[in-house]
């Protein structure tokens, strides 16, 4: 793919090298399984009257989350 950035890049400023060292580190510190939760997610919204265009917005919400599992608890 030559230098293309990945989406984690556009949106979180994140290589795929650094997400796989950070489920590195929770199996490594005796999770039996680990997982990453990513969201970068939009909304945008326009308001007409009278076929004025009278407000428009965006919203973006992102995040961020890691479980890990080891036997039977959850963090």
Known sequence: MGNRKSE???H????DQNLNQVLSVALA???DY???YLE?????????????LK???TNISEGIGI???HGEKTG
């Not at 970068?40 to 004025?52: A, D, M, Q, V």
């Open 8 to 10: 984690l890049e556009d």
């Open 12 to 15: 979180f400023g994140i290589q």
């Open 29 to 31: 510190k005796g999770g």
């Open 34 to 36: 680990a997982e990453l």
């Open 40 to 52: 970068y997610r939009t909304r945008e919204s326009l308001n007409f009257e009278e076929g004025i």
């Open 55 to 57: 407000s428009a917005s």
């Open 67 to 69: 479980r890990v599992i």
